[in-house]
């Protein structure tokens, strides 16, 4: 059974200083660079002693193709000094169309569309930036059906 597509709604987001790595990466592999991302960003920030404030995100810039320019980490307080590949970021203070996705990922789509609707229909146009935060999944959630992404797309 699918769930049913979420209603998106409009948010006014804070801005928030984030932990990332960044790169430009194939659409096939970005279930390894995840991995890699959210495991390297978590030993940085313990490294220096920087504090987590939310659930491990990606934020995708530009409409995907074959690779994509996406930035996968954390939400931080505190002072993170870039090292290496982990460099600070920010998810910036917008307004935005927000919907929760839950189900497998390769479903994301649709709740991509419903929410390009709701952009579409309040007479808005779309960022070329979008982020999900991944609330749950494959670590901790056995089953995809019970996935939890919430799509972040702001507006303008």
Same mark, same amino acid.
């Given at each position: 059974?699918?769930?049913?597509?979420?209603?998106?709604?409009?948010?006014?987001?804070?801005?928030?200083?984030?932990?990332?790595?960044?790169?430009?990466?194939?659409?096939?592999?970005?279930?390894?660079?995840? $991995?890699?991302?959210?495991?390297?960003?978590?030993? /940085? @920030?313990?490294?220096?002693?920087?504090?987590? %404030? &939310? !659930?491990?995100?990606?934020?995708?810039?530009?409409?995907?193709?074959?690779?994509?320019?996406?930035?996968?980490?954390?939400?931080?307080?505190?002072?993170?000094?870039?090292? $290496?590949?982990?460099?600070?970021?920010?998810?910036? /203070? @917008?307004?935005?169309?927000?919907?929760?996705? %839950? &189900? !497998?990922?390769?479903?994301?789509?649709?709740?991509?569309?419903?929410?390009?609707?709701?952009?579409?229909?309040?007479?808005?146009?779309?960022?070329?930036?979008?982020?999900?935060?991944?609330?749950?999944?494959?670590?901790?959630?056995?089953?995809?059906?019970?996935?939890?992404?919430?799509?972040?797309?702001?507006?303008?």
């Amino acid at each position: 059974m699918n769930a049913p597509a979420p209603k998106p709604t409009l948010v006014h987001c804070t801005e928030q200083p984030t932990a990332v790595l960044r790169e430009n990466v194939a659409m096939n592999a970005l279930t390894e660079f995840f $991995g890699r991302a959210f495991s390297t960003v978590v030993e /940085e @920030t313990q490294r220096q002693d920087v504090q987590l %404030t &939310g !659930p491990p995100f990606a934020l995708y810039r530009g409409m995907p193709t074959d690779t994509v320019d996406v930035e996968a980490g954390f939400p931080v307080s505190g002072s993170l000094s870039d090292a $290496g590949t982990v460099v600070t970021g920010t998810l910036p /203070e @917008t307004d935005a169309y927000e919907a929760l996705h %839950t &189900g !497998p990922y390769d479903r994301l789509e649709e709740t991509y569309t419903a929410i390009q609707d709701s952009i579409r229909e309040a007479g808005k146009n779309p960022s070329d930036t979008m982020w999900e935060f991944y609330l749950n999944g494959p670590d901790t959630e056995p089953d995809p059906l019970k996935w939890q992404t919430r799509v972040v797309w702001p507006v303008t």
